[in-house]
T-cell receptor, first 116, second 110 residues
Framework: DAMVIQNPRYQVTQFGKPVTLSCSQT?????MYWYQQKSSQAPKLLFH???????NEADTPDNFQSRRPNTSFCFLDIRSPGLGDAAMYLCATSRDTPGVLQAEAFFGQGTRLTVV | DAKTTQPNSMESNEEEPVHLPCNHS???????IHWYRQLPSQGPEYVIH???SNVNNRMASLAIAEDRKSSTLILHRATLRDAAVYYCIPTVSGNTPLVFGKGTRLSVIA
């Protein structure tokens, strides 16, 4: 059974039209991450939530926002998608404790975003 | 973050062992070495991790150099399903997120 679920698998949006990608988890993990992966590139961390604390990467554009209403769900909002935002968006979770080994991260299958 | 160097691509015949190298010469004493892989059209998945000693699990073995400046992921018998991009990722303890390098694209030939 899938433990990190991303919906939809494929999303087409219009240039400039806000779009929201969703991620849910059944693992009760306290950390959730969003990565962007463009074609033939490695996943790039956008931001993550450690419990309710939001951590934004310094080079993540302001166009990208995130919400985590509860432990199980996390959303990625792209306020005004541009053609350059077309990519695979990956959600991941882990259970982390300060001072303890980075636990195994579990990834969803991703949402492939197309901007037209 | 410790820098890593991996070959861009490697090729293996099916049923043969594969040794995937990773250099991480700037690794600190408390950094663990994680390996993840990403199958085509999938999210990354955990393979193995270690600190100093060699490690084995059902998927692979991890051999860590004595000076910890490099490590090798060993797939004992490559199958077609092992074709993927393999990422070597040093991580510190705690809540440091995974930072992916370019990885090695492994092709397996039948």
């Amino acid at each position: 059974d899938a433990m990190v679920i991303q919906n939809p698998r494929y999303q087409v949006t219009q240039f400039g039209k806000p779009v929201t990608l969703s991620c849910s988890q059944t693992l009760n993990h306290n950390v959730m991450y969003w990565y962007q992966q463009k074609s033939s590139q490695a996943p790039k961390l956008l931001f993550h939530y450690y419990d309710k604390d939001f951590n934004n990467e310094a080079d993540t554009p302001d166009n990208f926002q995130s919400r985590r209403p509860n432990t199980s769900f996390c959303f990625l909002d792209i306020r005004s998608p541009g053609l350059g935002d077309a990519a695979m968006y990956l959600c991941a979770t882990s259970r982390d404790t300060p001072g303890v080994l980075q636990a195994e991260a579990f990834f969803g299958q991703g949402t492939r975003l197309t901007v037209v | 973050d410790a820098k890593t160097t991996q070959p861009n691509s490697m090729e293996s015949n099916e049923e043969e062992p594969v040794h995937l190298p990773c250099n991480h010469s700037t690794i600190s004493g408390t950094d663990y070495i994680h390996w993840y892989r990403q199958l085509p059209s999938q999210g990354p998945e955990y393979v193995i991790h270690g600190l100093t000693s060699n490690v084995n699990n059902r998927m692979a073995s991890l051999a860590i150099a004595e000076d910890r400046k490099s490590s090798t992921l060993i797939l004992h018998r490559a199958t077609l399903r092992d074709a993927a991009v393999y990422y070597c990722i040093p991580t510190v303890s705690g809540n440091t997120p995974l930072v992916f390098g370019k990885g090695t694209r492994l092709s397996v030939i039948a």
